[in-house]
């Protein structure tokens, strides 16, 4: 080719590209125009922003598109969504974003970095927004952050790619605070390092069949802080921590899935709390926690019911155990636990109370578990008021021990009963009753039944 031939097709080629940003601009226009009408707006294609799109009351923007900040426009976020509107079927793509403030949280405003903004004010919250059939990747604060908001849907969402550096405990996938009645529904979240589903300060919040995959261990793919009725149902975790809930009240985590979880549900200083029907497979730690902690309400009326938990490893974690009990201050026992209609297999120990000076444990029921294939301990740690009935223990292996080790850290005020419970294959004492803080005060042996393995 020579050269003015070569030259005139890059000409060509130049003028094209010129024309096509030259409609792209305008195609972005329009729409925006279009939405200012509150109409329903189809848009296709990449559209790259140099301003946050707000998306006014009642306007519903519709896909398949593609949104990310133009280059060097540096954006907070791409997309905020007023009163009544949808953001449906767009991929939003985090590349490019402002990275999030490192001392961020959500008393100091909005964060940096995030796909999705729907924020009110106390007085006048962000009333029926909804976000469906939405994929983010690549964002560097989160995918959604909504606060004072009422009556908001997430549905059908996916989100992958959240390894960027965040804020360390202020920052989730999709997270709502101070919020009434949000819903979460049909979404997923792959190779993230936060927390996923987040719930602050929320009322009548529902995640329901929402999956988290290849999260970390140390944030919770489900959370739910300081909030009130809040239900986690159907859905799981696969290679991150399940769920975790922190001073709140009248929650629900009911059959859920957690795969190598290294913990499956986290109860923590929480009250009237069910965990009903759930499977937990291969967790490295404990399958389920009752806890509390220092300085908060400690946690009561828990009810852990009907689950599943089961590990094929033999190399779990020291001490773990299917279901544990973590008091971790004096003033604060974790009390009024109910554990019944679970089936535990191949931990350690099956249900334990995690022991330390002054810890305490009262008022638990143990009723009618399947605990088989243990290793060392059916039942065990301090615990002052128990009782066990109608359970199956099986004890395997050559570190067997005892079907319950268990002695009281208050004798005065103690007291066990043992009723009607099978005991398979313990190789030490079938069962050892009190310890160096003394015996029980009262004790109930009736109706037990034991198997000691054959010499």
Known sequence: MSVRRLSAALLLAAATAAAGSAAR????????????????????????????????????????AVFRAAPQARLDHLVELREGATLDGI??????????????????????????????????????????????????????????????????????HM?????????????FYDSRTPQIIGCSIVDYRW?????????????????AVDGPADHASHYARFSEDVTFRG??????????????????????????????????????ADIVRNRITDSARQG????????????????????????THDDATPNSS???????????????VEIS??????????????????????????????????????????VDRLVLRHNRIELEGPLAQNFVAVWPTTPAESAIELTANIWLGARDFGLKLGGADGEFSRVILEDNRYALPRP
Request: some cysteine.
């Open 341 to 382: 209609h679970n089936e535990i297999s191949g931990y350690l120990w099956g249900i334990s109370f995690l022991p330390g000076g002054g810890l305490r444990y009262y008022d638990v029921r143990i009723e009618d578990n399947r605990l088989e294939a243990l290793r060392q301990y059916g039942v065990v740690g301090p």
């Open 91 to 160: 991929e939003l793509d985090g590349t490019g974003l402002a990275e999030p403030l490192a001392n961020w949280t959500e008393q100091t405003g909005v964060p940096r970095g995030v796909g999705v903004l729907i924020v009110g004010t106390t007085g006048e919250p962000v009333r029926g927004a909804r976000v469906l059939r939405c994929r983010f990747t690549n964002f560097p604060g989160g995918g959604i952050f909504a606060r004072h908001t009422v009556d908001v849907l997430l549905d059908g969402l996916q989100a992958e």
């Open 288 to 311: 389920v926690i009752v806890g509390s902690e220092e300085g908060y309400p400690p946690s009561r009326a828990v009810r852990v019911r009907e689950n599943t938990i089961v590990t």
């Open 195 to 211: 927390k996923g589903f987040y719930f602050k300060y929320c009322t009548g919040a529902l995640a329901r069949d929402t999956f």
């Open 235 to 272: 859905g799981g975790a696969t290679n991150g921590f399940g769920v975790k809930t922190f001073g709140s009240t009248r929650v629900r985590v009911e059959g859920m899935a957690f795969l190598r979880a290294p913990t499956g549900v986290f109860i923590d200083a929480t009250s009237d």
């Open 25 to 64: 601009a305008a195609s972005v226009s329009e729409w925006v125009e279009r939405l200012a009408a509150s109409t329903t707006v189809d848009v296709r294609g990449e559209q790259l922003l140099t301003a946050p799109l707000v998306i006014p009351p009642h306007a519903r923007l519709r896909g398949p």
């Open 322 to 336: 299917g279901i544990q009990l973590v008091a971790l201050e004096t003033h604060h026992p974790v009390a009024d």
């Open 163 to 175: 390894q960027r550096a965040a804020p360390q405990e202020t920052c989730a996938v999709f997270a």
